[in-house]
């Protein structure tokens, strides 16, 4: 999924799969970057969320995108 701006940042979603126990493939992470720019400086914060409970890259991401839209409403990103 392309980045996006909401709010006066920019997000940019992801899905990050990850490893079990065993070494074999698991499910997906929603991950994503919440960027603000200020002047020449960029301020950027990471955002997981846990546990990884999805099936694809894509929807995770979806969901990545939807929750950091839903931080940054609430004013809970202070970058």
């Not at 493939?25 to 994503?32: F, H, N, V």
């Not at 546990?51 to 409403?73: G, R, S, V």
């Amino acid at each position: 999924m392309k980045g996006f701006r909401h709010g006066g940042y920019d997000v940019f979603p992801t899905g990050q799969q990850l490893l079990n126990e065993d070494g074999s493939l698991g499910k997906w992470m929603a991950l994503a970057s919440v960027v603000r720019w200020r002047g020449d400086q960029v301020l950027a914060m990471p955002v997981s969320w846990y546990p990884p409970a999805f099936e694809t890259e894509q929807t995770a991401a979806a969901y990545a995108a939807t929750a950091a839209k839903k931080m940054i409403d609430e004013g809970r990103c202070k970058i």
